[in-house]
């Protein structure tokens, strides 16, 4: 029978064209039922639409636009040297275009949590998709006399990233449960060191190709569009908490000063939330600085010259952003595969697999500043295993929210997760790294020598800050099972099953 799945015919079995056999008759096998009715106009496109809309294609056009929302926020850092120069700005005044994006982004998050947990989460973060793409591509018009536009440029761009970082999470974590969940969550979050990567290597790319920065800017913009239509088009609006509850019907809903206080009491989620600011800190500093650290360490052993031209050298944005996407996708796949392996021995496997891994990046990033000065492979192999380790924990962290965390309220933690994270973390890292530079070299501005070790001084704030961010992940390991075990209560007292529902 030629029919689809709601009882539209198909194209070519209609009532309307008879199929009939060559002595003329109709054939019984195909003539027309009178329960069967012609499609609506659009019908078959919204059909065959929504058959598209699975969870595994979702979890896919969620993680591209991440990959997108990163890969613009690190475009800028790709091509830094560039800014600086056409800008004429110090350090600090550089790393400042990194902490106004922060600042914006993190003020909107709780905002956009609240949001989320209350209406149409896709619509929500394609809008933002489409803002922060709009500003992006704006700013690249900007001319070097208003510096000033160019920062405010990237307060806005932050604001519109935000809306996405808050809100996709919740939507995977609503399609998936337990290690599925776990698997989408890492392929989400790998889009993170990714993005991060690729915002390096194209944005120093279109750089080099178009012999302007100005273009690096104008590479994510058209992506990014595309992006949120594929979301509006193919990701459905899961109910809040059908996955975890396997169809059953939430009873109520609590209030946004409720949800507040229950988080602060979640012990899991605040130590976790603290570790995660720590290791924000360490990649934004990085992300920004490491580049042109390693560049002033060329200068320094006399391989490179100092740049002096309107287009600088991108060779360590490739090498670094390359780093950046290798590291990325081993730290998530070998914190899942790890995460997975020991579940199987301990309840604690998530927060104990991030502790560990955070100490052990600790040691490697030390390693940086001692052997760069004299070996540049060498620096790059440190970066290597230290960037590894610390990407180990990404997805980890939001699968530990996932567990402690209710599906009502799970928007407003990840909002809430993130302003902390940020305002403790990237928000200041990059801006404070430059200032301590700036202020090292006060006494010897000419010297490559001291602009390098300044720049090295400066950078090792951050090892200890990641030994922090390990003490917190052994903090939460010690009240998972308990915030875990509240969770789950507290998901049955607001649920029913949905034969009690009304109809």
Request: proline letters at 4%.
């Amino acid at each position: 029978m030629c029919v689809e799945s709601d009882g539209c015919e198909i194209e070519g079995c209609s009532s309307s064209d008879e199929v009939r056999t060559l002595s003329g008759s109709m054939s019984p096998g195909l003539r027309s039922s009178p329960d069967l009715h012609p499609c609506k106009p659009g019908q078959k496109f919204r059909d065959a639409l929504l058959r598209c809309r699975s969870p595994l294609a979702a979890a896919v056009f969620l993680s591209f636009g991440n990959v997108l929302n990163y890969m613009d926020r690190y475009t800028v850092t790709g091509v830094l040297l560039d800014i600086q120069r056409q800008f004429q700005v110090s350090d600090g005044k550089i790393g400042l275009l990194q902490t106004v994006f922060i600042c914006s982004f993190m003020v909107a998050a709780p905002i956009f949590g609240y949001l989320g947990d209350r209406f149409n989460r896709k619509v929500i973060l394609s809008c933002g998709i489409f803002f922060w793409s709009i500003i992006t591509l704006s700013s690249s018009f900007i001319s070097k006399e208003y510096y000033w536009l160019f920062v405010l440029s990237r307060g806005l761009v932050g604001i519109g990233e935000s809306s996405y970082s808050s809100i996709s999470p919740t939507i995977i974590g609503d399609l998936f449960t337990n290690n599925k969940r776990t698997m989408m969550l890492s392929v989400f979050y790998l889009a993170i060191p990714l993005g991060s990567g690729l915002g390096y290597i194209l944005g120093a790319g279109a750089k080099d190709a178009a012999g302007d920065w100005h273009w690096a800017l104008r590479v994510s913009p058209p992506l990014g569009i595309t992006a949120g239509a594929l979301i509006l088009l193919f990701v459905p609006e899961p109910k809040r908490g059908s996955a975890d509850q396997m169809g059953a019907c939430l009873r109520t809903r609590t209030s946004w000063v409720c949800d507040m206080k229950a988080l602060a009491k979640n012990r899991s989620y605040v130590f976790s939330s603290l570790a995660s600011a720590s290791v924000s800190f360490a990649t934004g500093a990085f992300g920004m600085w490491i580049p042109i650290y390693l560049t002033r360490a060329q200068v320094v052993q006399k391989t490179v010259d100092d740049c002096t031209t309107d287009v600088c050298s991108s060779t360590d944005s490739f090498i670094f952003g390359a780093i950046t996407c290798v590291t990325g996708l081993l730290g998530v796949v070998i914190g899942a595969a790890t995460t997975r392996f020991c579940r199987q021995r301990t309840e604690r496997a998530d927060p104990l697999v991030c502790a560990v891994s955070m100490l052990g990046s600790a040691i490697f990033i030390c390693l940086i500043f001692v052997v760069a000065k004299k070996n540049i492979a060498g620096a790059y192999v440190c970066i290597f295993i230290g960037e590894t380790l610390l990407f180990v924990n990404w997805a980890i962290t939001a699968d530990i929210l996932m567990f402690v965390v209710i599906p009502t309220r799970r928007a407003t933690a990840v909002a809430f997760q993130s302003f902390i994270s940020h305002l403790l973390g990237d928000a200041g890292s990059p801006y404070l790294i430059g200032q301590i530079s700036d202020k090292l070299q006060e006494s010897y501005t000419t010297s490559a020598l001291w602009r390098f070790l300044s720049l090295g001084y400066a950078l090792m704030l951050c090892p200890f800050i990641i030994v922090l961010g390990g003490m917190f992940f052994l903090a939460t390991a010690l009240f998972f099972l308990d915030d875990r075990e509240k969770a789950e209560k507290q998901l049955s007292k607001l649920t029913r099953p949905p034969s009690l529902v009304r109809v």
